[in-house]
């Protein structure tokens, strides 16, 4: 799980259109897959007569579950050739998390660094999807041609890039 890339989150999802969107629960995490964890605190007043609540991060990062798409062949009979396949054709996705009633389907809710819960989608992406599929939507959410920011502001930051 170590040497799993994780899927960069698009950048239109990194910095919505109106600032204060993400006031109380921060900005979404980089990287697809992973949901910052919140909680709700119950705050008074200094007279303790209104109380309000908020949703705060924790500071933990959760693991959705990534959805499955399959191809179930011939769908008019059965036998051994409904079997479930992903269908070769198939171009690149964008992986997806699952989800019931609207909510995601966390894995875990307790990983501490994004990045690791980034990796970990990626390796159950890699399990459900197999090894070409996953290359292929990496190269599509990780293009160095539009992440070329990305890429200068994190070698900024590690004193591997001047500043221009």
């Not at 960069?8 to 006031?23: D, F, K, T, Y």
């Not at 690149?92 to 307790?110: E, F």
């Not at 990796?119 to 599929?133: C, D, S, T, W």
């Given at each position: ?29 980089r990287f ?48 051994s050739e ?31 660094r994004e ?50």
């Open positions: 799980v170590s040497f799993e890339t994780p899927f960069l989150r698009p950048r239109e999802e990194l910095v919505p259109p109106s600032s204060n969107i993400h006031s109380t629960t921060g900005p979404p995490a697809l897959g992973v949901t910052r964890i919140t909680e709700e605190r119950h705050i008074t007043n200094t007279n303790y007569d209104k109380c309000q609540t908020v949703k705060c991060t924790t500071g933990k990062f959760g693991v959705e579950f990534p959805i499955f798409i399959v191809d179930r062949g011939n769908e008019d009979g059965g036998g409904d079997a479930v396949k992903i269908p070769e054709h198939q171009s690149p996705i964008i992986p997806k998390s699952a989800t019931v009633g609207g909510k995601k389907v966390l894995l875990r809710a307790d990983i501490e990045d690791m819960a980034g990796q970990i989608f990626a390796f159950m992406f890699r399990i459900l999807y197999g090894e070409r599929m996953l290359e292929k939507s990496l190269s599509i959410t990780n293009s160095l041609q539009e992440r070329s920011i990305f890429v200068q502001d994190t070698l900024q930051s590690f004193a591997g890039l001047k500043k221009e």
